[in-house]
């Protein structure tokens, strides 16, 4: 399950990539834009939704509570949609006031990035309820059709439309789109089931500690990005946003383990049983880790100019080598948290959102150029990993 979901991942990834490519074919202004926006999108919590629904699928199943999982799984569509309509509604409104921060020329890119928040919400929803299922077959499936879809109705767009970023977003779109028709049908059994009334007490004291929880996670991973659009110009945040890109790459490598891992561990902690899995995925994962970012630092001279312009070469040269180290911790600390949350283990959570706040502090602060804001980063990751590691292993430490 772990190698068919690390296949799917790795090539989806590949795909998504391969949208980068594209910045050859536009300014690097208008590259910067798509990277800013991908930031936006990339900033919806997609981990917390998508793990909230595993848990609570993984939990229905083995306690057979079918008909209550079916009415979360709809309260949460519906939850979704509607704060979804909420934030066109303040779009639309500041328009104006956000293409002038952004520097942004054509709304299109705005208009089309909407209904991706959407889908970008929807997708990790049903991609949890697979999870939950052990369904991985579906959901790798899925996954590869949005990298596909994603290239290719990117590059229709910019290289036969001329859109530039604006088509780079629709390509997103139509990833998206299909990726979700396939996520959504192999799991109409659960949501289709006459839906039963359910503790919302209950449920609510799983939910708030694992959306939390994985919400921090997320909140590293994405955060940089948007500060550097904000902070400097539409080139350096291209050159930016390419690094990022490639140090984030090896996430493609490791998240499939701990996606497998989450599941079986709550359905082994719902069931009463013990499970060792957590060390195999954890090997493997500072293995695979450690690898990509020695990988990236020593092929950088080769792999940022088969990828990006020549312009992009000297910025690569300087940044990458501390991005693509900065990411390791997380990714390490990512099989750790997953651990710990299958668990129910929520004592690490106050921890992780004052993390999450001092973070924000630093990246207020500690933003002069980019490198700082890559070390910062870093030292955000190392924080992560220490204080997973010390309810992992501490005298606090979380039981099996």
Not at 338 to 364: D, E
Request: hydrophobic content about 60%.
């Amino acid at each position: 399950q772990s190698g068919w979901l690390m296949f799917a991942t790795v090539m989806a990834g590949m795909f998504m990539t391969a949208v980068h490519f594209l910045s050859k074919r536009i300014p690097e202004e208008e590259y910067g834009q798509f990277v800013a926006f991908l930031s936006v999108i990339m900033f919806i919590p997609a981990m917390p939704l998508q793990m909230v629904l595993a848990e609570q699928t993984a939990r229905a199943r083995a306690l057979h509570r079918e008909h209550e999982l079916s009415g979360l799984i709809r309260a949460a569509w519906l939850g979704t949609f509607l704060v979804w309509l909420v934030v066109v509604v303040v779009v639309l409104l500041f328009q104006g006031t956000i293409m002038a921060q952004w520097n942004i020329s054509n709304p299109a890119a705005i208009w089309l990035t909407l209904p991706v928040l959407l889908f970008t919400a929807w997708l990790p929803m049903f991609y949890g309820v697979l999870q939950g299922q052990q369904n991985f077959l579906w959901m790798g499936w899925s996954m590869l059709v949005n990298g596909v879809g994603r290239v290719a109705i990117g590059a229709f767009a910019v290289i036969v439309l001329h859109y530039l970023a604006p088509g780079m977003v629709l390509g997103i779109l139509g990833g998206l789109t299909v990726a979700l028709v396939l996520a959504i049908w192999p799991t109409r059994s659960l949501w289709l089931a006459s839906p039963k009334s359910f503790e919302w007490r209950s449920v609510l004291r799983q939910i708030i500690p694992l959306t939390l929880g994985f919400g921090a996670y997320q909140f590293l991973l994405t955060a940089d990005t948007m500060v550097v659009r904000a902070c400097f110009s539409g080139k350096e945040s291209a050159f930016y946003g390419s690094v990022g890109t490639m140090a984030r790459a090896s996430m493609w490598l490791v998240g499939p383990l701990a996606a497998v891992m989450f599941p079986k561990i709550v359905h082994a902690k719902a069931k009463g049983e013990k499970s060792d899995l957590m060390g195999i995925v954890l090997l493997g994962t500072v293995i695979l880790a450690a690898g990509g970012a020695t990988g990236l630092w020593v092929l950088r001279p080769w792999v940022v100019p088969f990828m990006f312009k020549d312009s992009y070469v000297a910025p690569a040269a300087v940044l990458l080598p501390w991005y693509a180290w900065a990411v390791v911790p997380l990714a390490v600390a990512n099989v750790l948290l997953n651990n710990l949350l299958a668990r129910s283990f929520f004592k690490v959570v106050p921890a992780l959102c004052v993390l999450a706040i001092g973070y924000a502090l630093g990246l207020s602060r500690f933003h002069d150029t980019p490198v700082m804001i890559i070390k910062t980063l870093g030292v955000g990751n190392l924080v992560l990993l220490a204080i997973c590691a010390w309810y992992t292993w501490g005298p606090g430490k979380s039981k099996a």
